[in-house]
């Protein structure tokens, strides 16, 4: 083979395996990414709906029961519509009352029950944020 | 006013940027004059810059809460340390160190051009300028981040910095970063340069590369110093956890790994030229990416900064950036071309174009995982992420391969490698490599992981290749020079300081990898919820809990505990975790009970070691505690209203808050004597924790070899600080012929660096001859052209 035409096959093979791994990348993200929701999206989700709970935790209402925490987490924008939580595992250092959180979970009989060691609990803002 | 300075200084700044910038352009095309006039203002630049911080600092270090960053972000109590350190745990103040940086880094790239690439620097220099303009003008007119702003009348004091932030590292971290962050600029200026001039050879990458390794170094140490504040600090004992603004430091750090090893290739063989100033393009736009995503507020993160004014503004500058050069790029195209091919896939060129495509899929990879809620949201309408798994799936392949090339680069020289050399050189790592995974595979359980047992075999041939590398070249030079073998090894190093600084990196990243390898795949990760007296197994260890303690002070209670850990019956170490809660600052006179409402740190118990660190952290329980505090509250509301019933000491605490209430001048006595008696309660309420005989919660971790991710990585950096440190060489006279002169010197490089591999076996005495020959003849060129 002449190296001009090598180097073409080359380049097609090389390119060929960047677009399968390409691929393969797109459809796994796909199917392994959970949904974010908010708390009011949560409550009228159907039972056993897995996702990211995304929202701030209501001050006041943390509790512990024995192993697990429970607490009610509202929207970030709309104190009012809130889902009471339970969870077990460690907590982050920030984590308390009026914090933003995620974590990732399954609604059950309007209780939303997050799995272990999921919980990520945002720093209080550092940058502070202008509008706050 | 000392806020009026810093304010003229900043307008001046920018002022001077847009000079600078206007100046450079000028001078491309006209006058020498005009480029002397846009460097020195460029000098200007940075000591006006300089005072704006100095300002700052002043203002900080003398607790000027007129300054309204200084009182959102300081305290009187605040410790000196971080007084000075919390100008950048502001918007602001972290915009300004950026401004500054880049002034400095723009100022010594000039400084160190000043006689070389007349045609380049002019643009450059724009480039920089039009940076600096940007983000001096960003301070200057972004809506709420003008770091002069004042307060007036100016309050007593001031919020103070966020406990959880008060760690040394943590201090040190964001300077680290953004010194990472921004210098990357000169390279990727004079990258900008270089395609403007149509300059497109070797020596804008010769003249920046020292900038391009420690942009790299620095953000490299960024990224250490944040991974092990979350190791300490966080109580979770991870040290990384793909979360966005950590990917978003990792990105440029991976392309600028790629970036320094292609601009070798260009060096050597004038190929790869798109590739290169692709690369330091993708860089520094990744580089403007982390810096806009920490304030962005765009994706879910721990580190949630809020969206701020000065998102969208970044957000086009990177657009700029990105459609500017890829412009100039495309315009540039045939001028790119290179002369020459990759002669054979077993060189060293070839190793590193694989090695460069690896760095950049993961570097891929990692942007489509962190930018996947806005990919899904703009396909599916719904914000879903990915989380550590999904990246772990990819990320660790080619960690794997990576370690692998970390060796063989190394092994291979330029142009190719004879059949008979390959052997020499892959015989000892090849033997090391089987001999580690069959060990391994035989006598410990490290084949439960068959992903980490490659990465130790590959990591064996890196560090075996490496440490034949150093052999070799250590013999070598023996036979050449005579003298001992370690002074044989210090003096080849220090003539070759490049490839055996770069040898030493390689060593540090392997010895990193063994560790991320070892301590995510065979780590034993236990929740206890213990009383005091009880114990439990850990990985073979009596975890006792032999009893809980409290310290109390003005501004925190923490409750503890002492673990005591025993290995067949014997003591091995004692662990003391513990959770500090700290009274909201600010309030007046709030409530016993605020303490447990405010923030609250994780003091980790650690005991580190070369073969496994024991990690422990403790969530206390203090239901009994806070409901006491509840009581107490209660109590001294009771008390101080004067309730019937009440103690006769009351009544006097009472008329002393009645005649506050009366005369203002009489508050701060009643508050401090209220404060006063509240912290005595506090304290009695937290000493009787030690009697509740309450259960706590403690994780603890075996994690094996952390230890060695440390280590690795400050080896990695004393690689980069041999490869930085400039050759001792009798000084160039300045004039003219420098940038002649540096391609001489270049040329001889390359003659020594064959000579070493071939001494050292890489290259058969055939090759040899036919390469030092060539050499020789292009230095010949270029003595000729000195002639004319």
Known sequence: MDPARKRKVRLVVALGVAVLLAVALVYTSFSASTEALKPSQLLSAAPGTSADLTGRVVKGSVQRQGDSLRFRVADRDDVSKSIPVTYAGTVPDPFRGGREIVLTGTVDDGLFVGERDTLVTKCPSKFTSSNA | ?????????????????????????????????????????????????????????????????????????????????????????????????????????????????????????????????????????????????????????????????????????????????????????????????????????????????RFALIAWAFLGLGLLLGARWSYTELGWGGYWAWDPVENAALMPWLTGTAFLHSI???????????????????????????????????????????????????????????????????????DLRSPRRIDSLASREAVFLVNNLLLVALCATIFWGTFFPLISELFTGEKASLAAPWFDQYTTPIGILLVLFTGVGPLLAWRRISWESARRVFLAPLAAAVATAAGLALFTDAADSPLALALFAFAAFALTGLGQEFWRGATARRALAGGSLPAALLAVTSRNRRRYGGYVVHVGIAVLLIGIAASSSFQTKRDLTLRPGESAVVDGRTIV??????????????????????????????????????????????????????????????????????????????????????????????????????????????????????????????????????????????????????????????????????????????????????????????????????????????????????????????????????????AVEILDRERV
């Open chain 2, 264 to 334: 070798m290739v260009q060096e050597k063989r004038g190929m790869l030229r798109v590739w290169n100033v692709s690369l330091i393009v993708a860089t520094f736009s990744l580089a403007l990416l982390g810096t806009f995503l920490v304030r962005s507020g765009v994706l879910e993160s721990i580190h949630a900064f809020g969206d701020s004014t000065v998102g969208p503004y970044i957000l086009g500058l990177i657009a700029t950036v990105l459609l500017g050069s890829t412009a100039l790029i495309v315009s540039r195209l045939d």
């Open chain 2, 545 to 778: 809990y032999e009893r809980p303690t409290v310290e109390t002070s003005s501004e925190a209670l923490s409750f503890g505990a002492v673990l005591a850990v025993e290995r067949d019956g014997e003591r091995e170490t004692t662990l003391r975790p513990s959770r500090r809660y700290f009274r909201p600052g600010g309030a007046e006179a709030g409530t016993i009970s605020s303490y447990f409402e405010g923030e609250a740190t994780s003091e980790v118990g650690l005991e580190a070691g070369g073969t496994s660190d024991l990690w422990a952290s403790a969530a206390p329980g203090i239901a009994d505690v806070r409901r006491r505090a509840r009581q107490a509250d209660a109590n001294f509301r009771a008390c101080v209203g004067g309730d019937p019933g009440t103690p006769p000491q009351c009544q006097a605490l009472s008329r002393l808050m009645r005649g506050a209430a009366a005369d203002p001048s009489l508050r701060p006595v009643a508050l401090a004597q209220i404060e006063n008696l509240q912290s005595i309660t506090a304290e009695r309420l937290a000493r009787g924790y030690l009697s509740d005989d309450a259960p706590a919660t403690f994780r603890v971790i075996v994690d094996p070899l952390v230890t060695w991710i440390w280590i690795g990585g400050l080896i990695a950096l004393a690689g980069a600080l041999i490869a930085v440190w400039p050759a001792r060489r009798a000084r160039r006279a300045p004039g003219r012929g420098g940038e002649l002169e540096a391609l001489k010197e270049a040329k001889y490089r390359e003659i020594r660096d064959a000579e070493l591999d071939h001494a050292a076996g890489k290259l058969s005495d055939e090759d040899y001859a036919i390469l030092d020959a060539e050499l020789r003849r292009e």
């Open chain 2, 1 to 209: 006013m000392p806020s009026a300075v810093g304010s003229v200084a900043l307008a001046l700044a920018f002022l001077t940027a847009i000079f600078a910038t206007v100046a450079a352009l000028l001078g491309s095309r006209r006058e020498r004059r005009w480029v002397d006039g846009s460097r020195r203002a460029v000098y200007v630049l940075c000591a006006l810059v300089t005072l704006c911080v100095v300002v700052l600092e002043v203002a900080f270090a003398g607790d000027d809460f007129g300054f309204e960053v200084v009182q959102q972000h300081s305290s009187i109590d605040t410790p000196p340390f971080y007084k000075l350190t919390a100008m950048w745990s502001s918007q602001e103040g972290s915009l300004l160190l950026w401004a500054w940086i880049l002034s400095i880094a723009a100022s010594a790239a000039l400084y160190s051009t000043r006689h070389k690439l007349r045609e380049v620097v002019p643009y450059a220099t724009a480039t920089m300028a039009a940076v600096a303009a940007f983000f001096t003008g960003l301070l200057l007119f972004g809506k709420g981040v003008d770091p002069f702003a004042t307060l007036s009348p100016a309050p007593a004091d001031g919020v103070g910095l966020n406990p959880l932030l008060r760690h040394p590292s943590m201090m040190i971290h964001p300077p680290m970063l953004y010194s990472g962050y921004v210098a990357f600029t000169v390279p990727f200026a004079f990258a900008i340069g270089a395609l403007a001039a149509r300059r497109l050879d070797a020596e804008w990458i010769r003249s920046t590369r």
